[in-house]
């Protein structure tokens, strides 16, 4: 069975600094898709980096990057230079399909400090 | 152009009521994605539409069914509501044969069951 795994309910950043987000994930496919979403207070879900699994690159975006150990089966978020409005839900999520369903894990809770 | 739209924001019912929420996709996509999101939990996969028929399922009882029309609008209904049935609930929009990257979420409608 697929499943997302985030052990941080909640972490706190000084702004400026650089953060690491944790996922790690379990699937028996080898094709998949990795994705992070923030979540702010409004409640939509917002993309932001994906890496697919035989990406031999790690996804960057921005200040965000995404830490791929495939051996590890984690995929880590990582956000550079945080900034106060990075405040919000992290949720790490995977697809086994194209565009078919995402399984999400618990969300970890950014709180950024000036 | 307006992204995904869901309609009502808020919703109070009685336990054992029927509910039915609505979603607009973003113009030019033509599949809804449906979620469950408990308080403090992530999003959990309810269905799947495309072409008016539902595609994909996730373990939801027949409770919770859909529809989509031929706008590629889309609504859900539960019937006979539990307490355990008060969550957020998402509606993502995509093309189909795209990857989740595309895909918009709403920003949900909140249902409390009392």
């Known amino acids: 069975a697929q499943k997302i795994t985030q052990t941080q309910p909640g972490m706190f950043v000084q702004e400026k600094e650089a953060v690491t987000l944790d996922c790690t994930y379990d699937?028996?496919?080898?094709?998949?898709?990795l994705f992070w979403y923030k979540q702010p207070s409004s409640g939509e879900m917002i993309f932001l980096i994906y890496?697919?699994?035989?990406?031999?690159q790690n996804a960057t975006e921005g200040r965000y990057s995404l830490n791929f150990q495939k051996a590890r089966k984690s995929a880590n978020l990582v956000i550079s230079a945080s900034q106060l409005g990075d405040s919000a839900m992290y949720f790490c999520?995977?697809?086994?399909?194209?565009?078919?369903?995402?399984?999400f894990g618990q969300g970890t809770e950014l709180s950024v400090k000036p | 152009d307006a992204g995904v739209t869901q309609s009502p924001t808020h919703l109070i019912k009685t336990r054992g009521q029927q509910v039915t929420l609505r979603c607009s996709p973003k113009?030019?996509?033509?599949?809804v994605s449906w979620y469950q999101q408990a308080l403090g939990q992530g999003p959990q996969f309810i269905f799947q539409?495309?072409?008016?028929?539902?595609?994909q399922r996730g373990n939801f009882p027949d409770r919770f069914s859909g529809h989509q029309f031929p706008n590629y609008s889309s609504e859900l209904n539960v019937n006979a509501l539990l307490l355990g049935d008060s969550a957020l609930y998402l509606c993502?929009?995509?093309?189909?044969?795209?990857?989740?990257?595309?895909?918009?979420f709403g920003q949900g409608t909140r249902l409390t069951v009392v």
């Open positions: 113009s030019g996509h033509d599949t």
């Open positions: 890496q697919g699994s035989y990406d031999e």
């Open positions: 539409y495309y072409e008016e028929e539902e595609r």
């Open positions: 993502a929009s995509s093309f189909t044969g795209t990857r989740n990257t595309e895909a918009f």
């Open positions: 999520a995977m697809s086994e399909d194209q565009g078919g369903k995402l399984i």
């Open positions: 699937t028996s496919d080898q094709s998949y898709g």
